[in-house]
Protein backbone atom coordinates (compact mmCIF):
# COMPACT_ATOMS: atom_id res chain seq x y z
CA UNK A 1 0.00 0.00 0.00
CA UNK A 2 1.34 3.49 -1.39
CA UNK A 3 1.42 5.54 2.23
CA UNK A 4 1.95 9.33 2.36
CA UNK A 5 2.60 12.01 5.42
CA UNK A 6 0.71 15.17 5.82
CA UNK A 7 2.37 17.16 7.76
CA UNK A 8 0.14 19.63 9.43
CA UNK A 9 1.71 23.25 10.56
CA UNK A 10 -0.37 26.59 10.29
CA UNK A 11 -2.48 25.24 7.84
CA UNK A 12 -5.35 23.91 10.02
CA UNK A 13 -8.12 23.22 7.53
CA UNK A 14 -9.22 20.50 4.54
CA UNK A 15 -10.70 22.75 2.02
CA UNK A 16 -7.79 24.50 -0.53
CA UNK A 17 -4.91 22.15 1.22
CA UNK A 18 -2.60 21.34 -1.20
CA UNK A 19 -0.57 19.03 0.59
CA UNK A 20 -3.44 17.31 1.35
CA UNK A 21 -5.00 17.03 -1.36
CA UNK A 22 -1.84 15.77 -3.21
CA UNK A 23 -1.48 12.69 -0.67
CA UNK A 24 -5.15 11.48 -1.51
CA UNK A 25 -4.73 11.91 -5.00
CA UNK A 26 -1.32 9.89 -5.01
CA UNK A 27 -1.77 7.74 -2.53
CA UNK A 28 -3.77 4.27 -1.04
CA UNK A 29 -2.93 5.60 2.45
CA UNK A 30 -2.80 9.17 4.38
CA UNK A 31 -1.99 9.89 7.85
CA UNK A 32 -2.33 13.37 8.85
CA UNK A 33 0.40 14.54 10.75
CA UNK A 34 0.82 17.69 13.90
CA UNK A 35 4.16 17.60 15.54
CA UNK A 36 4.12 19.93 18.91
CA UNK A 37 7.56 21.46 18.76
CA UNK A 38 7.42 25.25 19.97
CA UNK A 39 11.23 24.88 20.98
CA UNK A 40 11.98 24.96 16.75
CA UNK A 41 10.76 28.81 17.09
CA UNK A 42 13.42 29.67 18.95
CA UNK A 43 12.50 33.43 20.77
CA UNK A 44 8.95 33.56 19.10
CA UNK A 45 7.41 30.32 20.12
CA UNK A 46 3.82 30.80 20.25
CA UNK A 47 2.41 32.78 23.51
CA UNK A 48 -0.27 32.32 25.52
CA UNK A 49 -3.23 33.28 23.50
CA UNK A 50 -2.02 31.38 20.25
CA UNK A 51 -1.69 28.48 22.33
CA UNK A 52 -5.04 28.85 23.18
CA UNK A 53 -6.17 28.84 19.70
CA UNK A 54 -4.18 26.28 18.41
CA UNK A 55 -5.75 23.89 21.59
CA UNK A 56 -9.21 24.68 19.82
CA UNK A 57 -7.88 24.71 16.31
CA UNK A 58 -6.67 21.27 16.95
CA UNK A 59 -9.52 19.53 18.18
CA UNK A 60 -11.80 21.08 15.23
CA UNK A 61 -9.50 19.49 12.75
CA UNK A 62 -8.92 16.22 14.39
CA UNK A 63 -12.54 16.02 14.51
CA UNK A 64 -13.07 17.06 11.00
CA UNK A 65 -10.53 14.31 10.13
CA UNK A 66 -12.00 11.30 12.13
CA UNK A 67 -14.83 12.47 10.05
CA UNK A 68 -13.36 11.87 7.09
CA UNK A 69 -11.70 8.99 7.49
CA UNK A 70 -8.10 9.71 8.44
CA UNK A 71 -7.85 10.15 12.60
CA UNK A 72 -4.96 12.63 13.32
CA UNK A 73 -1.68 11.64 14.61
CA UNK A 74 -0.09 13.87 17.01
CA UNK A 75 3.32 13.59 18.05
CA UNK A 76 6.03 15.77 19.86
CA UNK A 77 9.58 17.01 18.32
CA UNK A 78 12.03 17.49 17.25
CA UNK A 79 10.43 17.36 14.00
CA UNK A 80 13.08 15.11 11.52
CA UNK A 81 12.55 12.76 14.58
CA UNK A 82 9.16 12.48 14.89
CA UNK A 83 8.60 12.55 11.05
CA UNK A 84 11.60 9.31 11.07
CA UNK A 85 9.83 7.32 13.58
CA UNK A 86 6.50 7.85 11.32
CA UNK A 87 8.25 7.00 8.48
CA UNK A 88 9.64 3.48 10.08
CA UNK A 89 6.49 2.43 11.88
CA UNK A 90 4.15 2.74 8.54
CA UNK A 91 6.51 2.35 5.70
CA UNK A 92 5.63 5.85 4.23
CA UNK A 93 6.72 6.71 0.90
CA UNK A 94 6.12 10.52 0.68
CA UNK A 95 5.82 13.90 3.01
CA UNK A 96 3.92 16.65 2.13
CA UNK A 97 3.50 19.65 3.54
CA UNK A 98 2.43 23.47 3.18
CA UNK A 99 5.11 26.25 3.33
CA UNK A 100 6.51 28.53 6.48
CA UNK A 101 7.84 31.74 6.14
CA UNK A 102 9.32 32.26 9.19
CA UNK A 103 13.53 32.44 9.39
CA UNK A 104 14.17 29.15 11.47
CA UNK A 105 10.81 27.19 9.94
CA UNK A 106 12.56 27.88 6.26
CA UNK A 107 15.75 26.50 7.59
CA UNK A 108 14.24 23.84 9.40
CA UNK A 109 11.69 22.78 6.26
CA UNK A 110 14.89 23.01 3.86
CA UNK A 111 17.40 20.50 6.28
CA UNK A 112 13.95 18.20 6.78
CA UNK A 113 13.51 18.12 2.91
CA UNK A 114 17.17 17.62 1.89
CA UNK A 115 17.51 14.52 4.47
CA UNK A 116 14.18 13.08 3.38
CA UNK A 117 14.96 13.14 -0.53
CA UNK A 118 18.65 12.39 0.07
CA UNK A 119 19.30 10.02 2.73
CA UNK A 120 15.94 8.45 3.59
CA UNK A 121 14.73 8.27 0.19
CA UNK A 122 11.26 9.71 0.56
CA UNK A 123 9.73 11.72 -1.53
CA UNK A 124 9.25 15.36 0.35
CA UNK A 125 7.03 18.16 -1.70
CA UNK A 126 5.80 21.39 -0.02
CA UNK A 127 3.29 23.76 -1.32
CA UNK A 128 1.83 27.27 -1.23
CA UNK A 129 -1.31 27.84 0.77
CA UNK A 130 -0.87 30.82 2.99
CA UNK A 131 -0.40 33.73 0.56
CA UNK A 132 -1.78 35.00 -2.97
CA UNK A 133 2.38 35.07 -3.93
CA UNK A 134 5.23 33.86 -2.16
CA UNK A 135 7.72 35.92 -1.11
CA UNK A 136 10.55 35.22 -3.98
CA UNK A 137 7.62 35.44 -7.26
CA UNK A 138 7.52 39.41 -6.45
CA UNK A 139 10.28 41.73 -7.65
CA UNK A 140 11.05 45.35 -8.51
CA UNK A 141 11.74 45.94 -12.25
CA UNK A 142 15.86 45.88 -10.87
CA UNK A 143 15.31 42.25 -9.80
CA UNK A 144 14.89 43.11 -5.92
CA UNK A 145 12.89 42.81 -3.18
CA UNK A 146 10.45 45.90 -2.38
CA UNK A 147 10.28 48.10 0.29
CA UNK A 148 7.58 50.39 0.45
CA UNK A 149 3.86 48.68 0.00
CA UNK A 150 2.02 50.52 -2.74
CA UNK A 151 4.23 49.24 -5.76
CA UNK A 152 4.59 45.83 -4.79
CA UNK A 153 0.65 46.39 -4.24
CA UNK A 154 0.55 47.74 -7.96
CA UNK A 155 2.90 44.29 -8.55
CA UNK A 156 0.41 41.64 -7.80
CA UNK A 157 -2.44 43.53 -8.69
CA UNK A 158 -1.21 43.64 -11.96
CA UNK A 159 -0.73 39.69 -11.69
CA UNK A 160 -4.18 39.31 -10.48
CA UNK A 161 -4.91 38.03 -7.49
CA UNK A 162 -5.66 34.21 -7.67
CA UNK A 163 -8.63 32.40 -6.55
CA UNK A 164 -8.49 28.61 -7.44
CA UNK A 165 -9.93 27.05 -4.63
CA UNK A 166 -9.11 23.10 -4.26
CA UNK A 167 -12.32 21.29 -2.15
CA UNK A 168 -12.49 19.60 0.64
CA UNK A 169 -11.95 15.71 0.10
CA UNK A 170 -14.81 13.31 0.08
CA UNK A 171 -13.27 11.28 2.17
CA UNK A 172 -9.54 10.64 3.05
CA UNK A 173 -8.10 7.09 2.91
CA UNK A 174 -6.75 6.11 6.42
CA UNK A 175 -4.72 3.17 7.49
CA UNK A 176 -6.64 0.44 9.21
CA UNK A 177 -4.81 0.98 12.64
CA UNK A 178 -4.14 4.31 13.47
CA UNK A 179 -0.44 5.44 14.83
CA UNK A 180 -0.01 5.71 18.35
CA UNK A 181 -0.89 9.51 19.03
CA UNK A 182 -0.43 11.97 22.11
CA UNK A 183 -4.03 13.57 23.19
CA UNK A 184 -4.06 17.51 22.39
CA UNK A 185 -4.75 17.96 26.52
CA UNK A 186 -1.38 16.83 26.99
CA UNK A 187 0.25 19.07 24.87
CA UNK A 188 -0.78 21.92 27.66
CA UNK A 189 -1.69 24.38 25.14
CA UNK A 190 -4.58 26.35 27.56
CA UNK A 191 -3.72 29.12 29.70
CA UNK A 192 -3.61 28.35 33.58
CA UNK A 193 -4.94 31.48 35.00
CA UNK A 194 -9.06 32.58 33.73
CA UNK A 195 -8.13 35.24 31.53
CA UNK A 196 -9.07 32.75 28.34
CA UNK A 197 -12.91 33.43 29.53
CA UNK A 198 -13.19 36.15 27.35
CA UNK A 199 -11.63 34.45 24.09
CA UNK A 200 -13.76 31.44 24.70
CA UNK A 201 -16.87 34.31 24.76
CA UNK A 202 -15.52 35.85 21.39
CA UNK A 203 -14.13 33.04 18.94
CA UNK A 204 -15.16 29.76 17.16
CA UNK A 205 -11.84 28.75 16.13
CA UNK A 206 -11.88 25.90 13.66
CA UNK A 207 -12.13 25.97 9.99
CA UNK A 208 -15.81 25.79 10.63
CA UNK A 209 -15.82 28.77 12.13
CA UNK A 210 -13.77 30.62 10.25
CA UNK A 211 -16.04 29.74 6.85
CA UNK A 212 -18.77 30.86 9.08
CA UNK A 213 -16.85 34.08 9.64
CA UNK A 214 -16.08 34.76 6.15
CA UNK A 215 -20.08 34.22 5.13
CA UNK A 216 -20.97 36.68 7.57
CA UNK A 217 -18.33 39.23 6.29
CA UNK A 218 -19.48 38.77 2.50
CA UNK A 219 -23.01 38.34 3.67
CA UNK A 220 -23.31 41.78 6.13
CA UNK A 221 -20.43 43.83 6.29
CA UNK A 222 -18.37 44.05 3.50
CA UNK A 223 -19.95 46.59 1.59
CA UNK A 224 -19.45 49.18 4.45
CA UNK A 225 -15.62 48.54 5.02
CA UNK A 226 -14.58 51.57 3.50
CA UNK A 227 -16.30 53.50 5.99
CA UNK A 228 -16.87 51.37 9.20
CA UNK A 229 -12.91 49.74 9.30
CA UNK A 230 -11.76 52.61 11.03
CA UNK A 231 -14.73 52.76 13.55
CA UNK A 232 -13.70 50.20 16.75
CA UNK A 233 -17.22 50.24 18.23
CA UNK A 234 -18.35 48.62 14.74
CA UNK A 235 -18.37 44.77 14.33
CA UNK A 236 -16.50 46.58 11.06
CA UNK A 237 -13.73 44.30 9.79
CA UNK A 238 -13.26 40.91 8.49
CA UNK A 239 -12.07 39.70 12.27
CA UNK A 240 -10.46 36.49 9.66
CA UNK A 241 -6.78 37.86 11.23
CA UNK A 242 -6.50 34.82 13.83
CA UNK A 243 -8.59 32.04 11.31
CA UNK A 244 -5.69 33.12 8.28
CA UNK A 245 -2.97 32.91 10.88
CA UNK A 246 -3.28 29.25 11.51
CA UNK A 247 -4.26 28.30 8.77
CA UNK A 248 -7.98 27.31 9.12
CA UNK A 249 -8.83 29.66 5.72
CA UNK A 250 -6.85 30.25 2.98
CA UNK A 251 -6.31 34.09 0.71
CA UNK A 252 -7.61 32.68 -2.11
CA UNK A 253 -10.50 31.29 -0.37
CA UNK A 254 -11.50 34.55 0.47
CA UNK A 255 -10.88 36.14 -3.02
CA UNK A 256 -13.14 33.39 -4.67
CA UNK A 257 -16.06 34.09 -1.80
CA UNK A 258 -15.79 37.93 -2.89
CA UNK A 259 -16.25 37.16 -6.81
CA UNK A 260 -18.93 34.34 -6.07
CA UNK A 261 -20.56 37.10 -4.22
CA UNK A 262 -20.31 39.88 -6.43
CA UNK A 263 -18.43 42.34 -4.48
CA UNK A 264 -14.69 41.65 -5.35
CA UNK A 265 -14.89 44.46 -7.80
CA UNK A 266 -16.63 47.71 -5.79
CA UNK A 267 -14.13 49.87 -4.23
CA UNK A 268 -14.97 49.06 -0.53
CA UNK A 269 -13.93 45.05 -1.08
CA UNK A 270 -11.04 46.87 -2.92
CA UNK A 271 -9.49 48.44 0.50
CA UNK A 272 -10.25 45.42 2.08
CA UNK A 273 -8.09 42.75 -0.49
CA UNK A 274 -5.14 45.24 -0.53
CA UNK A 275 -5.03 44.62 3.75
CA UNK A 276 -4.42 40.84 1.93
CA UNK A 277 -1.87 42.29 0.50
CA UNK A 278 -0.44 43.88 3.30
CA UNK A 279 -0.16 40.32 4.60
CA UNK A 280 1.44 39.26 1.50
CA UNK A 281 4.27 42.13 2.03
CA UNK A 282 4.54 41.39 5.38
CA UNK A 283 5.94 37.77 4.69
CA UNK A 284 7.98 39.58 1.94
CA UNK A 285 10.02 41.31 3.89
CA UNK A 286 10.47 38.65 6.16
CA UNK A 287 11.64 36.33 4.12
CA UNK A 288 13.96 38.88 2.40
CA UNK A 289 15.24 40.77 5.39
CA UNK A 290 15.21 38.14 8.04
CA UNK A 291 16.65 40.17 10.98
CA UNK A 292 14.03 42.21 11.37
CA UNK A 293 11.95 40.55 14.33
CA UNK A 294 14.94 41.74 16.48
CA UNK A 295 16.67 44.63 14.34
CA UNK A 296 15.05 47.60 12.71
CA UNK A 297 14.58 47.59 8.84
CA UNK A 298 16.30 50.87 8.85
CA UNK A 299 19.67 50.79 10.42
CA UNK A 300 19.33 54.38 11.81
CA UNK A 301 17.25 53.29 14.49
CA UNK A 302 20.13 50.81 15.98
CA UNK A 303 21.76 54.47 17.34
CA UNK A 304 17.69 55.66 18.11
CA UNK A 305 17.58 56.90 21.87
CA UNK A 306 14.82 54.71 23.02
CA UNK A 307 14.38 55.42 26.91
CA UNK A 308 16.07 52.60 29.08
CA UNK A 309 13.31 50.20 30.05
CA UNK A 310 14.33 50.29 33.82
CA UNK A 311 12.95 52.27 36.54
CA UNK A 312 10.20 55.10 35.46
CA UNK A 313 10.17 53.85 31.80
CA UNK A 314 9.28 50.11 33.10
CA UNK A 315 6.28 51.59 35.49
CA UNK A 316 5.24 53.53 32.22
CA UNK A 317 5.44 49.98 30.17
CA UNK A 318 3.48 47.94 32.55
CA UNK A 319 0.96 50.76 33.03
CA UNK A 320 0.60 50.54 28.75
CA UNK A 321 0.21 46.75 29.59
CA UNK A 322 -2.69 46.89 31.66
CA UNK A 323 -4.21 49.51 30.15
CA UNK A 324 -3.88 52.29 32.62
CA UNK A 325 -1.79 55.28 30.98
CA UNK A 326 -5.07 57.42 31.51
CA UNK A 327 -5.28 58.06 28.38
CA UNK A 328 -8.84 56.18 27.14
CA UNK A 329 -8.72 55.13 23.65
CA UNK A 330 -5.07 54.00 24.50
CA UNK A 331 -6.27 52.36 27.49
CA UNK A 332 -9.51 51.21 25.83
CA UNK A 333 -7.85 49.35 23.29
CA UNK A 334 -5.07 47.57 25.53
CA UNK A 335 -8.17 46.20 27.70
CA UNK A 336 -9.77 44.59 24.86
CA UNK A 337 -6.35 43.33 23.85
CA UNK A 338 -6.29 41.44 27.49
CA UNK A 339 -9.97 40.67 27.34
CA UNK A 340 -10.38 38.56 24.11
CA UNK A 341 -6.58 38.66 22.41
CA UNK A 342 -7.43 41.12 19.70
CA UNK A 343 -7.26 44.32 19.33
CA UNK A 344 -9.20 46.90 16.06
CA UNK A 345 -6.79 47.45 13.79
CA UNK A 346 -6.63 51.61 14.09
CA UNK A 347 -6.59 51.41 18.02
CA UNK A 348 -3.30 48.91 17.32
CA UNK A 349 -1.82 51.91 15.50
CA UNK A 350 -2.94 54.36 18.12
CA UNK A 351 -1.70 52.46 21.00
CA UNK A 352 2.24 51.28 19.15
CA UNK A 353 2.33 55.05 18.02
CA UNK A 354 1.96 56.18 22.10
CA UNK A 355 4.10 53.58 23.57
CA UNK A 356 7.02 54.19 20.72
CA UNK A 357 6.57 57.94 20.57
CA UNK A 358 4.91 59.28 23.17
CA UNK A 359 6.74 57.10 26.03
CA UNK A 360 9.49 56.51 23.97
CA UNK A 361 9.72 52.66 24.33
CA UNK A 362 11.42 50.31 21.92
CA UNK A 363 9.43 49.10 19.96
CA UNK A 364 10.28 45.60 20.54
CA UNK A 365 8.58 46.11 23.99
CA UNK A 366 5.46 45.75 22.10
CA UNK A 367 5.77 44.19 19.91
CA UNK A 368 6.61 40.79 22.25
CA UNK A 369 3.61 42.04 24.60
CA UNK A 370 1.43 42.00 21.60
CA UNK A 371 2.73 38.41 20.72
CA UNK A 372 2.22 36.86 23.91
CA UNK A 373 -1.35 38.40 23.98
CA UNK A 374 -3.13 38.36 20.51
CA UNK A 375 -5.04 35.66 18.97
CA UNK A 376 -3.79 36.33 15.55
CA UNK A 377 0.12 37.16 16.44
CA UNK A 378 1.97 36.72 13.06
CA UNK A 379 5.84 37.13 13.33
CA UNK A 380 5.83 38.77 9.90
CA UNK A 381 2.84 41.14 10.62
CA UNK A 382 3.51 41.76 14.30
CA UNK A 383 7.10 42.48 13.25
CA UNK A 384 5.81 45.01 10.24
CA UNK A 385 3.06 46.63 12.59
CA UNK A 386 5.61 47.26 15.11
CA UNK A 387 8.25 48.79 13.06
CA UNK A 388 5.69 50.82 11.40
CA UNK A 389 4.78 51.94 14.18
CA UNK A 390 7.81 52.73 15.33
CA UNK A 391 9.57 54.36 12.18
CA UNK A 392 12.17 52.31 11.89
CA UNK A 393 10.19 49.52 9.12
CA UNK A 394 9.02 49.57 5.31
CA UNK A 395 7.36 53.03 5.54
CA UNK A 396 7.41 56.29 2.89
CA UNK A 397 6.51 58.63 5.67
CA UNK A 398 8.47 56.85 9.01
CA UNK A 399 9.02 58.38 12.64
CA UNK A 400 7.59 61.84 12.12
CA UNK A 401 4.02 60.17 12.07
CA UNK A 402 2.37 60.60 15.62
CA UNK A 403 -0.90 59.79 16.23
CA UNK A 404 -2.60 61.80 18.55
CA UNK A 405 -5.20 59.98 20.58
CA UNK A 406 -7.49 62.53 21.64
CA UNK A 407 -8.08 63.16 18.05
CA UNK A 408 -8.01 59.44 17.00
CA UNK A 409 -11.36 59.01 19.16
CA UNK A 410 -12.63 62.30 18.45
CA UNK A 411 -12.78 61.35 14.76
CA UNK A 412 -12.86 57.40 14.66
CA UNK A 413 -14.79 56.92 18.10
CA UNK A 414 -17.07 60.20 18.29
CA UNK A 415 -19.39 59.08 20.94
CA UNK A 416 -17.30 57.06 23.06
CA UNK A 417 -19.05 54.02 22.62
CA UNK A 418 -15.75 52.07 22.05
CA UNK A 419 -14.32 53.63 25.04
CA UNK A 420 -17.20 53.54 27.57
CA UNK A 421 -16.79 49.36 26.47
CA UNK A 422 -14.03 49.31 27.24
CA UNK A 423 -13.01 51.90 30.05
CA UNK A 424 -16.37 52.04 32.27
CA UNK A 425 -15.13 54.01 35.13
CA UNK A 426 -15.51 57.12 33.11
CA UNK A 427 -18.43 56.19 31.28
CA UNK A 428 -20.51 59.04 32.77
CA UNK A 429 -18.53 62.24 31.31
CA UNK A 430 -20.14 63.65 28.27
CA UNK A 431 -18.90 62.52 24.97
CA UNK A 432 -16.80 65.93 24.69
CA UNK A 433 -14.82 65.01 27.28
CA UNK A 434 -14.88 61.14 27.05
CA UNK A 435 -11.78 60.97 24.68
CA UNK A 436 -9.35 63.92 27.31
CA UNK A 437 -10.75 63.56 31.15
CA UNK A 438 -7.60 65.50 32.03
CA UNK A 439 -8.91 68.53 30.24
CA UNK A 440 -12.72 68.11 31.97
CA UNK A 441 -13.88 71.01 33.56
CA UNK A 442 -13.73 70.18 37.72
CA UNK A 443 -18.01 70.34 37.40
CA UNK A 444 -18.36 67.87 34.92
CA UNK A 445 -15.85 65.50 37.11
CA UNK A 446 -17.83 65.44 39.74
CA UNK A 447 -20.99 64.98 37.71
CA UNK A 448 -19.46 61.69 36.91
CA UNK A 449 -18.44 60.52 39.74
CA UNK A 450 -14.67 61.03 38.51
CA UNK A 451 -11.70 62.10 41.35
CA UNK A 452 -8.09 62.22 39.08
CA UNK A 453 -5.92 59.64 39.86
CA UNK A 454 -7.97 57.73 42.47
CA UNK A 455 -11.01 56.90 39.53
CA UNK A 456 -9.15 56.83 36.80
CA UNK A 457 -5.12 57.92 36.48
CA UNK A 458 -3.79 60.81 35.10
CA UNK A 459 -1.83 60.32 32.05
CA UNK A 460 1.23 59.42 32.21
CA UNK A 461 2.89 61.89 29.68
CA UNK A 462 1.62 65.24 28.43
CA UNK A 463 1.05 64.31 24.80
CA UNK A 464 2.36 67.84 23.12
CA UNK A 465 5.20 67.69 24.87
CA UNK A 466 5.94 63.72 24.88
CA UNK A 467 5.41 64.53 20.79
CA UNK A 468 8.39 67.08 20.54
CA UNK A 469 10.70 65.24 22.93
CA UNK A 470 9.94 62.04 19.87
CA UNK A 471 10.59 64.13 17.50
CA UNK A 472 13.87 65.68 19.18
CA UNK A 473 15.27 62.39 19.75
CA UNK A 474 14.63 61.19 16.26
CA UNK A 475 16.78 64.29 15.31
CA UNK A 476 19.38 63.05 16.51
CA UNK A 477 20.01 60.23 14.45
CA UNK A 478 18.75 61.95 11.07
CA UNK A 479 22.21 62.26 9.51
CA UNK A 480 23.51 58.49 10.37
CA UNK A 481 23.91 57.21 6.68
Known amino acids: MSTAIVWFRRDLRLADQPALAAAVERHEQVIPLYIHAPEEDGAWAPGDAQCWWLHHSLKAL ?23 ELIDETDAEAVYW ?67 VLAAPAGIPGRPHAPASEPIAALDLKPTIPWDQGLEATWQPGEAGALARL ?17 PALDGTSALSPHLHFGELGPRQIVRALRQCGQAETDSAGVFLSELGWRDFAHHLLFHFPQTPERPLNERFEAFPWRDPDGEAAQDLAAWQAGQTGVPLVDAGMRQLWHCGWMHNRIRMVVASFLTKNLRLNWLQGARWFWDT ?37 R ?20 RHIHAPWQAPANALEAAGITPGLHYPRPL ?12 AFETIKGIA
Not at 413 to 431: F, H, K, M, Q
Not at 461 to 472: E, G, M, Y
Open 98 to 164: NRLYEPLAIERDRRIKSWLRDERGVHAESFNAALLYEPWQIETGQGQPYRVFTPFWKRISGYGLPDA
Open 215 to 231: DHFCSDLVGGYREDRDR
Open 412 to 431: FDPDGAYVRTWVPEISALPD
Open 62 to 84: ADSLDAAGAPLTIRRGPSGQALA
Open 374 to 410: LVDADLASNTLGWQWAGGCGADAAPYFRIFNPVRQGE
Open 461 to 472: VDLKASRQAALA
